[in-house]
């Protein structure tokens, strides 16, 4: 099942950027007789339902915005209605209690054999005190949960802005016991909330890359526009924030200054913990996904939107922070650009080699050069890539031979491509060691860009 983005526009209005786009699921289903079931639904949020409704697209709080804009009393409705559009990813929280998620803390539950939307969820919580929590804005959270080791449980945060300016917002990291109970673990008092889109784990601590891209609460009030009032300060460091999940310590450390969407793995190793990330330099990549910078062949050729892996250290009896690159081969010499990444599961939390991912602007000229990469990390000489021209990849999912393999790679990548000259899509199936498609399940027609999804082998 994946989630992503189904619809750009309704009547005379139109999303200016990606992200904002209607959230759109696509389903394939495998009998295990060699067909292939597909089937795609909108969600049915009230944002979209109300936009339907007028025939044109409803105020209510957008990464960005539309044109034509909405006027000051639209916009002062949106900011009260707040973000609806869950369009990012979607996760399995218990059993039957699957939920589509956006960066915010609301949450859509959905039917995941049929796709039909159930309900909309804002779990309750219980804050700690505080003289100022009644100028909490709680809505800010993760697309990106990760598991709990050795628990059915899953691990989130929640940001709590601080409408009073001069007083001290609040980070939490949650526990997801269902779409609906969540608790939190432990909370502490930060001067500024950063965006943060993902966070890394292991088994005993959690580290969020606090990147100094800071929500600024005055120009979200002014022009209730997520993207205009989001400040990034280049001269800044990076505060890593290093959780012990059993006792709720927090560990606060700095790094140099860096931009990060999307964590890959991390693990403990020898009183160390490794933390992967896709990196960039910073933000500008996600400006620019506006849409007409997506529509114009040459501009969006122009900016710069490849990744970089890097692998930090983070010693915390000494408190220092290291990180490093990695080399490209001739065989994959994009191999290290990559983003949305995926791992083989089972070793989450374990020291792996591999890392797998989308990297745009693979030839370094054409945005359209999409490759599926494959990283070693364990600087074996193992990287590859797959690549076909005008053939337009997105996020790969890894599905592990049953009993996992004998070897980490030992699976498939499983991706949905639109075949640009037959103008219609298929599902690729790669062979995750050679990095070779062996088998598609191809679809007559065209299925739209998609963010995140995985797969799921307990729904029927």
Same mark, same amino acid.
């Given at each position: 099942?994946?989630?992503?983005?189904?619809?750009?526009?309704?009547?005379?209005?139109?999303?200016?950027?990606?992200?904002?786009?209607?959230?759109?699921?696509?389903?394939?289903?495998?009998?295990?007789?060699?067909?292939?079931?597909?089937?795609?639904?909108?969600?049915?949020?009230?944002?979209?339902? =109300?936009?339907?409704?007028?025939?044109?697209?409803? !105020?209510?709080?957008?990464?960005?915005?539309?044109?034509?804009?909405?006027?000051?009393?639209?916009?002062?409705? &949106?900011?009260?209605?707040?973000?609806?559009?869950?369009?990012?990813?979607?996760?399995?929280?218990?059993?039957?209690?699957?939920?589509?998620?956006?960066?915010?803390?609301?949450?859509?539950?959905?039917?995941?054999?049929?796709? =039909?939307?159930?309900?909309?969820?804002?779990?309750?919580?219980?804050?700690?005190?505080?003289?100022?929590?009644?100028?909490?804005?709680?809505?800010?959270?993760?697309?990106?949960?990760?598991?709990?080791?050795?628990?059915?449980?899953?691990?989130?945060?929640?940001?709590? *802005?601080?409408?009073?300016?001069?007083?001290?917002?609040?980070? @939490?990291?949650?526990?997801?016991?269902? @779409?609906?109970?969540?608790?939190?673990?432990?909370?502490?008092? *930060?001067?500024?909330?950063?965006?943060?889109?993902?966070?890394?784990?292991?088994?005993?601590?959690?580290?969020?890359?606090?990147?100094?891209?800071?929500?600024?609460?005055?120009?979200?009030?002014?022009?209730?526009?997520?993207?205009?009032?989001?400040?990034?300060?280049?001269?800044?460091?990076?505060?890593?924030?290093?959780?012990?999940?059993?006792?709720?310590?927090?560990?606060?450390?700095?790094?140099?200054?860096?931009?990060?969407?999307?964590?890959?793995?991390?693990?403990?190793?020898?009183?160390?913990?490794?933390?992967?990330?896709?990196?960039?330099?910073?933000?500008?990549?996600?400006?620019?996904?506006?849409?007409?910078?997506?529509?114009?062949?040459?501009?969006?050729?122009?900016?710069?939107?490849?990744?970089?892996?890097?692998?930090?250290?983070?010693?915390?009896?000494?408190?220092?922070?290291?990180?490093?690159?990695?080399?490209?081969?001739?065989?994959?010499?994009?191999?290290? &650009?990559?983003?949305?990444?995926?791992?083989?599961?089972?070793?989450?939390?374990?020291?792996?080699?591999?890392?797998?991912?989308?990297?745009?602007?693979?030839?370094?000229?054409?945005?359209?050069?999409?490759?599926?990469?494959? =990283?070693?990390?364990?600087?074996?000489?193992?990287?590859?890539?797959?690549?076909?021209?005008?053939?337009?990849?997105?996020?790969?999912?890894?599905?592990?031979? !049953?009993?996992?393999? =004998?070897?980490?790679?030992?699976?498939?990548?499983?991706?949905?491509?639109?075949?640009?000259?037959?103008?219609? @899509?298929?599902?690729?199936?790669?062979?995750?060691?050679?990095?070779?498609?062996?088998?598609?399940?191809?679809?007559?027609?065209?299925?739209?860009?998609?963010?995140?999804?995985?797969?799921?082998?307990?729904?029927?």
């Amino acid at each position: 099942i994946r989630n992503g983005l189904g619809r750009y526009e309704i009547g005379q209005r139109r999303f200016t950027h990606a992200f904002d786009a209607f959230a759109k699921l696509l389903s394939w289903k495998f009998p295990g007789n060699g067909t292939a079931f597909f089937s795609t639904k909108f969600i049915q949020s009230d944002f979209y339902k =109300k936009s339907i409704e007028m025939h044109d697209i409803a !105020p209510y709080l957008l990464f960005e915005t539309v044109e034509p804009e909405f006027n000051v009393f639209q916009r002062f409705e &949106a900011l009260l209605r707040g973000i609806d559009n869950m369009n990012v990813n979607v996760y399995k929280f218990g059993e039957n209690d699957v939920a589509v998620l956006n960066d915010f803390w609301k949450v859509y539950t959905i039917d995941p054999i049929s796709l =039909k939307t159930r309900t909309s969820i804002t779990p309750s919580i219980h804050v700690p005190k505080s003289p100022s929590a009644f100028t909490f804005l709680n809505f800010i959270s993760s697309a990106h949960p990760l598991p709990e080791m050795g628990t059915p449980h899953h691990l989130s945060y929640l940001s709590s *802005v601080n409408i009073i300016p001069g007083m001290k917002s609040r980070i @939490s990291l949650v526990r997801i016991k269902s @779409s609906e109970e969540r608790e939190i673990i432990t909370s502490w008092e *930060v001067d500024r909330v950063p965006y943060m889109h993902s966070f890394a784990a292991t088994k005993n601590y959690v580290v969020f890359f606090a990147c100094p891209y800071f929500i600024n609460v005055k120009k979200m009030v002014r022009y209730a526009i997520p993207e205009r009032s989001l400040d990034w300060e280049q001269e800044s460091p990076t505060i890593l924030y290093v959780v012990h999940i059993k006792s709720g310590k927090v560990v606060t450390m700095m790094t140099d200054n860096v931009f990060m969407m999307h964590q890959i793995n991390a693990f403990e190793r020898d009183g160390v913990i490794i933390v992967d990330i896709s990196a960039y330099p910073n933000p500008d990549f996600v400006k620019n996904l506006e849409m007409k910078n997506l529509l114009d062949p040459i501009k969006r050729n122009q900016f710069n939107t490849r990744a970089s892996v890097r692998r930090y250290t983070i010693t915390l009896n000494t408190q220092t922070v290291v990180w490093k690159t990695f080399r490209d081969t001739e065989t994959a010499p994009c191999a290290s &650009a990559l983003d949305l990444p995926t791992i083989n599961e089972f070793y989450r939390y374990r020291p792996y080699c591999f890392a797998y991912g989308v990297a745009l602007k693979c030839n370094n000229v054409s945005l359209s050069d999409i490759a599926i990469v494959k =990283k070693d990390l364990c600087g074996r000489g193992r990287d590859k890539m797959w690549k076909i021209a005008n053939h337009y990849a997105v996020e790969a999912w890894f599905i592990p031979e !049953p009993g996992g393999g =004998k070897y980490e790679d030992d699976g498939y990548l499983v991706l949905p491509v639109l075949n640009g000259e037959a103008k219609s @899509s298929y599902l690729a199936f790669i062979d995750a060691r050679s990095m070779e498609m062996v088998n598609s399940a191809e679809i007559p027609m065209i299925v739209p860009f998609n963010l995140h999804g995985r797969f799921f082998d307990d729904l029927l």
